[in-house]
């Protein structure tokens, strides 16, 4: 019996886990307009995502509807169906961070 607990313990273990990190989504799908840091300051010129305004502008839903369909009028492109709901989180959690990161982490 108790082999059999430390063996499902084991595969418990082994399993990976598959959150999403959102830094990393970002920076392979974002970073080439908003830049690595979401400053913006790159030719297609995208909004400061670090700047406490335009954080105050947007709402967490706000973030996330963006993130999927895209932006009317812009070059922000819809990334429903390229990437999955986990990670379209995930980034809205991150673009969320960059406005505290600006802040000092408050």
Sequence with gaps: ??????????LVSAVPTFAADGEAVFKA???RCH???G?????VAPPDLT??????????????????NGRKGTL????????????ISAVAAY??????SAKGGQ
């Design 95 to 100: 673009v969320r961070s960059l406005g505290r």
């Design 1 to 10: 019996m108790t082999s059999k607990i430390v063996l499902l313990g084991f």
């Design 51 to 68: 700047d406490p305004k335009t954080q105050a502008s947007l709402t967490d839903a706000d973030i996330v509807k963006t993130i999927k």
């Design 35 to 37: 830049g690595d840091d």
């Design 76 to 87: 922000m492109v819809g990334w429903k169906g390229k990437l999955s709901a986990e990670e």
């Design 39 to 43: 400053k913006g300051k790159t030719k």
């Design 29 to 31: 799908n974002c970073a």
